[in-house]
């Protein structure tokens, strides 16, 4: 078993209905795979620079603080991509 640690951090916002099925998405995923997940609202004032970078593109994921998926959530490829980075 490895012992790497995945934090996925979901940018969205509550009024958001891509970002309520991305969140659903993230924890099927982490039923399958074990990671943190952060949730960061954009538009709250103290991520000011994340609502100025993702306004238009909410939601966005991150993997350990890299930009990797945005507006959806692909289960499998999220999936592949875990396990991937798991057997590094």
Known sequence: MS???LLLT????????????????????????????QEIDIHQPENQK???????????????GEEILMHRVDETK???QLKKKLAE
């Open 50 to 64: 994340r609502w100025e970078k993702y306004t238009f593109d909410i939601p966005v994921v991150h993997l350990n």
């Open 3 to 5: 012992s790497k640690r």
């Open 10 to 37: 979901l940018f969205g916002s509550k009024g958001c209905g891509l970002c309520h099925e991305a969140k659903d998405a993230l924890l099927k995923v982490k039923k399958l795979v074990p990671f943190e997940l």
């Open 78 to 80: 999220l999936t592949e």
